[in-house]
């Protein structure tokens, strides 16, 4: 069982969401939903979040909403950022979303040890800096898409 708030930010109803069960999966209990095409509900009222998972998964949906949504959601006190869930990392919406407050990425369909690996990332640092040892993390992948230079 995880005791940190997590803001959902999903387009999917919550029922048949796959971050919301990802997230259940891995014992995070204290979860708020929101819908970010519904104006004015990313603000969790008399809340404050530790991380936000944000996942853009359906092409249909605006860019720059979701971008708003995602920088409302980490603005709140204590959010750490956020973890982005989409098929949609191009280096143009890796270098938005960071601007936006998004610290980590995982595509969509993710397998649950990366998207695990993601969001203790957000939660607790990178572990590389630490002088705790790490048993054998060897990442593939960048945490975030890397932007390309100009």
């Known amino acids: 069982m995880h005791d940190d708030v997590i803001l959902l930010l999903e387009h999917q109803p919550q029922v048949s969401s796959t971050c919301r069960h990802a997230l259940g999966m891995l014992g995070y209990t204290r979860i ?3 819908d970010y095409r519904r104006s004015g509900s990313v603000v969790p009222i008399g809340q ?3 991380a936000v998972v944000a996942a853009w998964t359906d092409r249909a949906i605006d860019r720059d909403a979701f971008l708003a949504a995602v920088e409302g959601a980490t603005d709140l006190p204590n959010a ?8 949609f990392s191009t280096p143009a919406n890796a270098a938005k979303l960071r601007l936006r407050g998004a610290k980590a990425w ?7 040890t990366q ?10 640092g990178d572990r590389r800096r630490r002088d705790e040892p790490v048993p054998f993390d060897r990442r593939r992948e960048p945490v975030f898409p890397a932007a390309m230079p100009a």
């Open 32 to 34: 708020l939903y929101r």
């Open 48 to 50: 404050s979040v530790d």
């Open 80 to 87: 750490r950022g956020a973890l982005v869930v989409s098929p």
């Open 106 to 112: 995982v595509r969509f369909p993710f397998a649950m």
């Open 115 to 124: 998207f695990d690996s993601r969001l203790r990332f957000l939660l607790e």
